[in-house]
C-alpha cells in the first residue's frame, strides 16, 4: 500500500515536478512548467511536498533571499505556493509542512514572510506570523510637452530579449536602500511570463528596465532595474504621456528630492512576517511587487 511521502527540493525530478505544476495549475491557474524549461527555477526556490502514488498532494515553497533594510543586507525566506489537493484537505498536512520549513530554516534566518489571501488569515498566527501593515506611495507628476520617449519594448517571448531581461535582472542593483530584495530574480522572470509581458521597456540612455502601465491619468511604477545610480526625473518624464497626472510605485521608493507621500495599502493579500535573531521588520514600506512569490 502506498503511503504519504515527503519530498523537497526535486525540480530535476521530471515526475514530481509536473505533478507541483498541475496542483499549482489546479489550485491558483499558475503553471511552473514552462517557467523551468525557461531556466528560472533556480535553486532559491525549494518546494516542501507530501507525496501520494508519485503525484504532489501538499506543498509549501520557500523562496531563498535577502532583504535590503536601511542599505544593510538581511537574509530572508519568502513562503508561497501553499497549496493541497482538495482529496486530502483537513488533514494537517499544510501545517506539518510549515513545521518543517521553520525547523530547518529558523536559525540560519533573520526574517520569515509571506503574502496570505485573505481567507486564510488565521492559519499563520498559529506560527508565529504576524502581519505587518504596507504602504503605498505616489506623487503628483505631469510633463507639460510630447517627449522623445526612445523606449524599446521588450517582448519576453523573443529569445534575445528574454535573455537579455534575466541577464540584466541578476546583475542588478537594489531598487532601493530603503527596503528592497536580492536575489529575486526568477520572481521577476515569472511576473515578466505571466503578469507583466506587455509592460517591460529599456531605455538605451539610463541603461534601465523599466516596466510599467499608464491606466488613465496614472502611472503605475512597478520595477526599474538598473546597474548603478539612475536619476528618477528624466525616467520618469520619458515613460509618462501628456495625460499623466499621477505616479503610483509599487516598492519602497527612495529618491531624494521628490514630494513622495504614502497611505497604507490595502490590497488583495496580506503581508505576515516572523522575525528571528533579534531583527526588526521596518514599518512604512511597500515589499516590491515583483518579488512578491
Not at 498566527?125 to 505631469?142: L, V
Not at 504621456?241 to 507621500?261: C, M
Request: aromatic residues 16%.
Amino acid at each position: 500500500m502506498n503511503q504519504i511521502r515527503f519530498e523537497r527540493g526535486y525540480k530535476y525530478n521530471n515526475t514530481l515536478r509536473k505533478s507541483y505544476s498541475e496542483l499549482s495549475n489546479l489550485t491558483f491557474g499558475i503553471e511552473f512548467e514552462e517557467y523551468y524549461q525557461m531556466g528560472y527555477w533556480s535553486d532559491r526556490y525549494l518546494p516542501f511536498s507530501y507525496v501520494y502514488q508519485d503525484k504532489v498532494i501538499a506543498n509549501v515553497s520557500v523562496n531563498l533571499l535577502d532583504f535590503v533594510i536601511q542599505g544593510q543586507k538581511k537574509k530572508a525566506l519568502q513562503i508561497g505556493t501553499v497549496m493541497t489537493h482538495p482529496d486530502f484537505q483537513k488533514r494537517g498536512l499544510s501545517t506539518s509542512l510549515m513545521n518543517k520549513v521553520l525547523a530547518e530554516y529558523s536559525d540560519a534566518y533573520d526574517f520569515m514572510y509571506l503574502f496570505a489571501n485573505k481567507d486564510v488569515l488565521d492559519f499563520y498566527p498559529k506560527f508565529g506570523f504576524k502581519t505587518s501593515n504596507e504602504h503605498i506611495f505616489f506623487m503628483n507628476f505631469a510633463v507639460n510637452k510630447k517627449q522623445n520617449r526612445n523606449l524599446r519594448k521588450l517582448d519576453i517571448a523573443n529569445i534575445k530579449d528574454k535573455k537579455f531581461i534575466y541577464e540584466f535582472v541578476s546583475d542588478r542593483i537594489p531598487v532601493s536602500e530603503t527596503f528592497s530584495t536580492l536575489h529575486s530574480e526568477g520572481i521577476f522572470m515569472f511576473y515578466c511570463l505571466n503578469v507583466f509581458p506587455q509592460n517591460i521597456y529599456y531605455l538605451a540612455e539610463e541603461d534601465v528596465i523599466v516596466v510599467f502601465k499608464q491606466e488613465q491619468k496614472i502611472l503605475h511604477l512597478y520595477d526599474i532595474v538598473s546597474k548603478k545610480e539612475i536619476e528618477i526625473e528624466p525616467i520618469l518624464t520619458k515613460i509618462s504621456d501628456l495625460s499623466t497626472e499621477k505616479v503610483i510605485f509599487h516598492y519602497t521608493p527612495a529618491y531624494k528630492n521628490l514630494q513622495i507621500e504614502s497611505k497604507p495599502f490595502i490590497g488583495y493579500e496580506v503581508l505576515f512576517v516572523k522575525p528571528f535573531r533579534n531583527s526588526s521588520f521596518p514599518p512604512n514600506i511597500k515589499h516590491p511587487l515583483m518579488s512578491q512569490a
